[in-house]
């Protein structure tokens, strides 16, 4: 049918939303952890070394308790809910978090006030931890033989910014609810004092940055494919890019002081022309020297728009280099110069790095900073001048 690219966006993305929505995917992903979740062994030893360092960890997400359990279970114990068992105080990945926020709404989870549920994690009860009222996700949960919801008895959300208890583990687990009831969760008093890892440049980590001042980790796992293939030859190629540029650039920049020269000469010799017909000179035919600088500068641009084109589909041979389009920073990699604090292609790469280590920006650097804007013979002939 028509409606060209703007169409199949439509279709693609109303398809990628339905499969979010009625659970296709997260069905798909339960009935076989294995074959779409890459587990990392340094995960769990990172986590332990954060909250033996005195960090308080958290986790926060869109997803509700039933596929967040799937998913953690697998990346955290490499076991199934299925197969799994619990000790006394449930799922054992929660030993390494203080709280965990499951059904977040983000990005609204960052502007908006909503309801806090506690969640029994035996039943998926959910508990109004504003009103205290139990309500029940299912109303078959019971029939395993559960105890009832008001049965429970749920703790409250602390309101005086002190932690959940006085021990780390296991992190207790809610639903919904705002970036206030985390803060008074982990007794957090600024946003400077909170790191936040999301993947999503919209809904982890513009807003938690711009509008909560939020230090914020970047994770981008297509980074990993880009720094292997730098590794493996990327990093001549963009040296040869800089080389080709530098020298268009000064290709042109002689061509245009030649182009220059001979229009001054030409109105030398037709000094008797007004003023208003000075520029008459540049009809003239261009000398042999300007011509031959005029084709060494065409060479040159083809030059460098090859080793550009080779450059980007070394990366991938139809988009490039993630972060670049063409020889300027892309889009999106403006955005993530100017909201993620740090970006990294995993998490865990933070296990290379001490629990303590106070992370700084990288220094602003200007154009005549960077490299020599003119030779030191150049800038001797200005100042004698």
């Known amino acids: 049918g028509g409606g060209g690219w703007e169409a199949v966006y439509v279709d693609l993305r109303q398809a990628v939303d339905l499969c979010h ?76 978090f203080d709280a965990v926020l499951t059904g977040c709404g983000k990005p609204h989870f960052f502007t908006q006030r909503r309801e806090l549920f506690r969640v029994d994690t035996r039943t998926m009860a ?28 749920p703790p409250r959300l602390p309101q005086d910014g002190s932690p959940l208890d006085g021990q780390p583990a296991p992190a207790r687990v809610f639903q919904g609810g705002s970036y206030q009831d985390l803060h008074r969760l982990l007794g957090v008093t600024s946003g400077s004092q909170v790191l936040y890892a999301g993947d999503h440049i919209y809904g982890d980590v513009l807003r938690s940055k711009r509008d909560l001042g939020w230090r914020t980790m970047l994770v981008i796992p297509e980074l990993r494919a880009e720094l292997r293939r730098m590794l493996d030859g990327g990093v001549r190629d963009m040296e040869a890019l800089r080389a080709a540029r530098a020298q268009l650039d000064a290709c042109e920049e002689e061509l ?10 030409g109105r030398e010799k037709r000094s008797g022309f007004s003023a208003g017909r000075a520029g008459s000179s540049l009809a003239s035919p261009p000398s042999p020297s300007l011509e031959k600088m005029q084709e060494r500068c065409r060479e040159m641009r083809l030059t460098h728009r090859r080793e550009l084109q080779r450059m980007h589909r070394a990366f991938h041979p139809i988009w490039g280099a993630l972060l670049k389009a063409g020889y300027k920073n892309s889009r999106y990699a403006r955005q993530v110069e ?18 303590e280590k106070s992370w700084m920006a990288r220094m602003d650097v200007l154009a005549h900073e960077e490299e020599p804007c003119f030779s030191r013979k150049t800038l001797k002939a200005r100042e004698d001048q």
């Open 21 to 96: 929505r009625d659970g296709s995917i997260k069905k798909r992903v339960a009935q076989d952890p294995g074959k779409y979740l890459h587990p990392d062994p340094t995960l769990v030893p990172l986590l332990e070394s954060l909250r033996a360092g005195g960090k308080k960890l958290f986790l926060a997400t869109n997803s509700l308790w039933d596929y967040s359990d799937v998913v953690m279970r697998w990346l955290m114990d490499g076991q199934t809910a299925a197969r799994a068992r619990d000790e006394g105080d449930g799922p054992r990945w929660l030993r390494y």
């Open 126 to 153: 959910l508990y109004n931890q504003q009103e205290g009222s139990p309500m029940t996700v299912d109303d078959g949960a019971n029939a395993s033989g559960h105890d009832s919801p008001g049965a429970h008895d």
């Open 256 to 265: 245009h002081l030649l182009r220059w020269q001979e229009a001054e000469r």
């Open 338 to 355: 100017r909201y993620a604090c740090l970006y990294t292609s995993h998490v865990a790469n933070l296990a290379f790095y001490s629990p």
